[in-house]
């Protein structure tokens, strides 16, 4: 099966800055695309940004002070986040697309989540 290993979460004040990390594993051909979601209490949950190649797709809030990156070697992709705010408080959700054998089709996979908090 697969397994998606997020950290990197915590509590940050605002205008801070924290790096989420999620590590794939498992039965993996290959991985079409990675990102990140998140969800705060009673609202659901939205996209932050993703990677699929080399092209990234953000969230207007998460553009200018979000970046995503990933290490294909390591199967793992990144969220560096800047400039927290308050608002940035919520689960954050690690979601890729995997191949898990030649000709194969996609199944999407979701981490457990890490929660980030921003004190004002």
């Known amino acids: 099966q697969v397994q998606l290993m997020e950290s990197g979460g915590g509590l940050v004040q605002a205008g801070g800055s924290l790096r989420l990390s999620c590590a794939a594993s498992?039965?993996?051909?290959?991985?079409?695309?990675m990102g990140w979601y998140r969800q705060a209490p009673g609202k659901q949950r939205e996209l932050v940004a993703s990677?699929?190649?080399?092209?990234?797709n953000y969230a207007d809030f998460a553009k200018a002070r979000f970046t995503i990156s990933r290490d294909n070697a390591k199967r793992t992709v990144y969220l560096q986040m800047a400039s927290l705010k308050p608002e940035d408080t919520a689960v954050y959700y690690c979601n890729t697309e995997i191949v898990q054998r030649v000709l194969g089709g996609v199944r999407t996979f979701w981490g457990q989540g890490t929660q980030v908090t921003v004190s004002s």
């Open positions: 990677i699929r190649g080399s092209t990234t």
């Open positions: 498992g039965t993996i051909f290959s991985i079409p695309a």
